[in-house]
């Protein structure tokens, strides 16, 4: 084996750790942020900070997280649980909620997302949210806080 080849190789292999060693984003903590959308019933809509929507992502294990996000609707506070997964590119969020809907996101920084949440039929809503950590959340926090699916 030539010199050459053996130099591209290795550096080949050195690539290839570190594309497989790439961490997976730490994501535990309270989120917080604006809401804007559009309802089926209630047509557009923006909501600020203080009254819209917060994400509390409390349990991590690799690439899954699991916790609940409140909002107000109809004057209401709503408080439902969700599991989500982060995609192979570290940015990509794809969230399951319990109750309804789905959110899309990207990770914009350590302390940055945006989510697109999308419900069909006939309440049909379109949403993009812009939250920011206000706090992080130990990994040793159980799951007694996050709600759970009716049987």
């Known amino acids: 084996m030539h010199m050459k080849e053996i130099l591209c190789l290795v550096l080949v292999a050195f690539l290839a750790t570190c594309v497989c060693t790439a961490e997976v984003p730490d994501l535990l903590g309270n989120w917080t942020g604006s809401t804007t959308g559009f309802a089926a019933k209630d047509g557009f809509y923006k909501l600020m900070e203080n009254d819209s929507i917060s994400l509390a992502i409390v349990e991590q294990k690799d690439r899954l997280f699991t916790g609940n996000i409140t909002y107000t609707q109809n004057g209401n506070e709503m408080v439902e649980g ?13 969230i399951a909620e319990f109750d309804k809907g789905y959110d899309l996101g990207t990770i914009i920084s350590y302390d940055e997302i945006e989510l697109m949440y999308l419900e069909d039929g006939e309440n049909g809503t379109a949403a993009i949210d812009r939250l920011h950590r206000v706090s992080p959340i130990s990994q040793n926090t159980t799951q007694e806080n996050v709600t759970t699916p009716a049987p």
């Open 82 to 94: 969700f599991a989500g997964a982060i995609g192979l590119d570290n940015k990509t969020l794809y």
